[in-house]
């Protein structure tokens, strides 16, 4: 008996300083407990419009009905700590219950939508984002006054501008961007408006064409779809008229001189221009009919173009957009002016052309098969460094081809003489 009570004492001491030694190490500290109190949680609610991370997440966006937003939400230090239930609500009312989802909303206004994160403890947190509904403004574009092409407007009297624009959103409010400008550029009016009119009285300057235009904009930086655009004319003095129009070739540059002349029915000159613009105005005109001639003097490959015109009385004439075509491809020529030619540390050519221009790059030089690129182009004469060295019994082939600003090509081949004889060449 004795023996026995000694042996289940021993056992129990033996119990006893396993457990405390298993007491005093810190394996604890390897395992994560969710559920600790002192473990910080936080949540964030965010809008995005798209799942790549490049897109900026937002705390608040505005959308039209029907366009979706994808809802965010982050949980640190992880969405896998412990907890009850997360859900979504709109306005209050259920909405999601998933982390990250895309949906739309329709009802028009301003919404908060909150994340709800209910942890282990029952302890709630949450975080919330701002959704405002709406839809832009809208401009009818197919009735407004002045309408397109008004003649006759008076050049001293109040002009009333006016057009049709609808809120779509009972609590969105529309401001309008009018803009007044000269065919030159000037800006006579630069405005933002709540109101869908405006009156200008500065009056205007006659024979003359403007232009306006108007955008609409909610408070919410929603933009129209559309934009009105209008044009008028200001009339002149009685039996005063004007002509304008806009000047183009089919050439890739776009710096030319136009010689612009009026002529009477009987082809006598009346008025000439020179400018560098594409636009161009003639007035104060008499009432009659006349011929419109445009050239570009310093390219006459571009072929002149002959307009007759009938002038009423008081208004403004604009025509069709005039375009000047060059059709001519350039010319490339040996300046002895024959198509063989001696070899040469140097080959000369001249590369003309008399219309819409051309430069270096649009040169290409082969001889025979073989692209040269160290050649260079000044004032017309085009200079190919070349191997005077060479030795050749027969002719060789060099081609030189080139484009202008229009297009026109051209490929013409040279050939160079012979230096040498064939025995001569195998030592013979």
Same mark, same amino acid.
């Given at each position: 008996m004795t023996f026995c009570k000694q042996h289940f004492l021993g056992l129990l001491l033996w119990s006893i300083i396993v457990l405390t030694f298993g007491a005093c190490t810190n394996s604890d500290q390897y395992l994560f407990d969710s559920s600790t109190p002192n473990e910080s949680i936080s949540v964030e609610a965010l809008l995005t419009t !798209?799942? @790549?991370?490049?897109?900026?997440?937002?705390?608040? %966006? $505005?959308?039209?009905? &029907? %366009?979706s937003l994808i809802f965010l939400t982050e949980v640190y230090p992880s969405k896998s700590i412990g907890h009850k239930r997360y859900f979504w609500l709109l306005d209050g009312a259920p909405f999601a219950n998933e982390?990250? =989802?895309r949906n739309t909303i329709l009802d028009p206004g301003v919404h908060e939508v909150?994340?709800?994160f209910v942890d282990s403890f029952g302890d709630t947190l949450s975080d919330t984002v701002s959704v405002t509904v709406a839809t *832009?403004?809208?401009?009818? %574009?197919?009735? #407004?006054? *002045? /309408?397109?092409g008004t003649q006759n407007i008076e050049p001293d009297s109040a002009l009333n501008f006016a057009w049709n624009s609808t809120a779509? @959103? !009972? =609590? !969105?409010? /529309? !401001?309008? +961007? #009018?803009?007044?400008?000269?065919s030159t550029g000037e800006i006579m009016v630069d405005t933002l408006?709540?109101?869908a009119n405006f009156i200008y009285r500065n &009056?205007? $300057?006659?024979? +003359?064409?403007?232009?306006?235009?108007?955008?609409?904009?909610?408070?919410?930086?929603?933009?129209?779809?559309? $934009?009105?655009?209008g044009n008028f004319y200001v009339k002149g003095a009685s039996s005063e008229n004007a002509v304008m129009g806009h000047l183009k070739t089919n050439s890739d540059k776009d710096s030319y001189t136009y010689q612009i002349l009026l002529q009477d029915s009987n082809m006598v000159p009346l008025k000439e221009i020179k400018s560098d613009s594409t636009d161009f105005s003639l007035f104060p005109l008499a009432v009659g009919s006349y011929s419109l001639r445009v050239s570009v003097p310093d390219s006459p490959d571009f072929s002149p173009i002959l307009t007759r015109i009938t002038l009423h009385g008081g208004q403004v004439l604009e025509l069709d957009t005039i375009c000047l075509y060059d059709n001519t491809p350039p010319t490339i020529k040996n300046p002895l002016g024959s198509d063989t030619l001696d070899i040469a540390d140097t080959l000369r050519f001249t590369v003309r052309d008399g219309g819409s221009g051309l430069s270096e790059s649009m040169i290409s030089v082969f001889f025979e098969n073989n692209y040269l690129q160290n050649f260079s182009l000044s004032d017309s004469l085009l200079k190919i460094p070349f191997d005077k060295d060479i030795r050749s019994w027969t002719y060789r082939i060099i081609n030189i081809s080139a484009i202008d600003f229009s297009g026109n090509k051209i490929s013409k081949n040279f050939y160079l003489k012979p230096n040498t004889t064939l025995p001569?060449?195998? &030592?013979?």
């Open positions: !798209s799942f @790549d991370s490049s897109v900026a997440k937002v705390k608040s %966006d $505005t959308i039209r009905p &029907g %366009d982390f990250s =989802f909150v994340f709800v *832009p403004p809208v401009l009818d %574009d197919s009735l #407004f006054i *002045p /309408a397109c779509v @959103d !009972s =609590f !969105s409010r /529309a !401001s309008y +961007h #009018f803009v007044i400008w000269k408006l709540k109101q &009056g205007f $300057t006659p024979l +003359h064409k403007y232009y306006w235009s108007v955008s609409a904009e909610n408070q919410f930086q929603q933009k129209s779809e559309r $934009t009105i655009e001569e060449v195998f &030592g013979e």
